[in-house]
Nanobody
Framework: QVRLVESGGGLVQTGGSLRLSCAVS????????MGWFRQAPGKEREFVAT??????????YYAEAVKGRFTISRDNAKNAVYLQMNSLKPEDSAVYYC?????????????????WGQGTQVTVSS
C-alpha cells in the first residue's frame, strides 16, 4: 500500500511562493511516476505537473497554466516529491494533491494515477 502525505500549503499573497512536499511510503519512490494535481471549488481536478522515474526520471511535464512558474522535483533518497510554486496568482488557489502512478512516461490523466494524498490547501490572496 502506497501512502502519500502532502504538506506546505497555506495562504500567500499574489506574486509569492510556496513549496509543497509529498512524503511517500510503502513503495520505493524511484519506481513510480509522480504527479501534482489541483482542484478549485466547483471545478474538476486538473493536472499540474508530473515527473518520471527510472530512465524517464529526467522527464518533467507541466500544464500550460503553470509552465515557467512551477517546478516539480523528487528526492529518491528521502522518498519525497516537491512542487516549488513561484509567482503565484489568485487562480492558483486550490487543494493540491500528490499522486503516484505505476505507469511510465508522461502521465497527465488523473485516471492513470493509482494512489493519492489527502490534499493541501493553497490560497493566493489578491
Amino acid at each position: 500500500q502506497v501512502r502519500l502525505v502532502e504538506s506546505g500549503g497555506g495562504l500567500v499573497q499574489t506574486g509569492g511562493s510556496l513549496r509543497l512536499s509529498c512524503a511517500v511510503s510503502g513503495r520505493t519512490l524511484s519506481t513510480v511516476t509522480m504527479g501534482w494535481f489541483r482542484q478549485a471549488p466547483g471545478k474538476e481536478r486538473e493536472f499540474v505537473a508530473t515527473i518520471g522515474w527510472g530512465w524517464n526520471s529526467a522527464i518533467r511535464y507541466y500544464a500550460e497554466a503553470v509552465k515557467g512558474r512551477f517546478t516539480i522535483s523528487r528526492d529518491n533518497a528521502k522518498n519525497a516529491v516537491y512542487l516549488q510554486m513561484n509567482s503565484l496568482k489568485p487562480e492558483d488557489s486550490a487543494v493540491y494533491y500528490c499522486a503516484a502512478s505505476l505507469s511510465s512516461g508522461v502521465v497527465r490523466s488523473a485516471a492513470d494515477y493509482e494512489y493519492w494524498g489527502q490534499g493541501t490547501q493553497v490560497t493566493v490572496s489578491s
